[in-house]
């Protein structure tokens, strides 16, 4: 009966250390960011090497839709070709004259010949956070 706790233990751990080891791959790359787009505060992005990987769009979800506590601003990018490419994001406010605030976001990532996005790196100065990694995912439809 020990031997079985015990071996029970063991492979619970192994699950534990392999099961959430498993690295994010997929074709579209989602960043969700707070925004003050009320305001006129939104995220600009800026992709160099855009046959490698293309802005989708933004989408935003607004304070108390949807049940978000802080408005939203939702990027995707869909890989296009195999390469490598960065993308800048700035926080900027499109209403004025400085429109620059001091946040900005560089990710430097990979696209492989399956089209699975790889993030290389990520640098910038987001809020006093750690910069967010950004969710990969599968999309299968044909742009």
């Given at each position: 009966?020990?031997?079985?706790?015990?071996?029970?233990?063991?492979?619970?751990?192994?699950?534990?250390?392999?099961?959430?080891?498993?690295?994010?791959?997929?074709?579209?790359?989602?960043?969700?960011?707070?925004?003050?787009?009320?305001?006129?505060?939104?995220?600009?992005?800026?992709?160099?090497?855009?046959?490698?990987?293309?802005?989708?769009?933004?989408?935003?979800?607004?304070?108390?839709?949807?049940?978000?506590?802080?408005?939203?601003?939702?990027?995707?990018?869909?890989?296009?070709?195999?390469?490598?490419?960065e993308i800048e994001?700035?926080?900027?406010?499109?209403?004025?004259?400085?429109?620059?605030?001091?946040?900005?976001?560089?990710?430097?990532?990979?696209?492989?010949?399956?089209?699975?996005?790889?993030?290389?790196?990520?640098?910038?100065?987001?809020?006093?956070?750690?910069?967010?990694?950004?969710?990969?995912?599968?999309?299968?439809?044909?742009?």
């Amino acid at each position: 009966m020990k031997k079985i706790k015990i071996i029970c233990v063991i492979l619970l751990m192994l699950i534990i250390i392999f099961g959430c080891n498993k690295e994010q791959k997929g074709n579209m790359m989602k960043l969700e960011l707070n925004c003050d787009a009320e305001n006129g505060y939104v995220w600009q992005t800026t992709v160099l090497n855009s046959n490698v990987i293309q802005s989708e769009g933004d989408e935003f979800l607004y304070k108390d839709q949807d049940k978000v506590l802080e408005t939203k601003q939702i990027i995707r990018f869909r890989a296009l070709e195999t390469g490598t490419a960065e993308i800048e994001i700035k926080y900027i406010n499109a209403q004025k004259e400085n429109k620059e605030k001091d946040y900005s976001i560089k990710y430097l990532i990979e696209v492989d010949s399956d089209l699975n996005i790889k993030i290389l790196s990520k640098t910038g100065k987001f809020y006093d956070d750690e910069i967010i990694t950004p969710e990969l995912y599968m999309d299968y439809t044909k742009k």
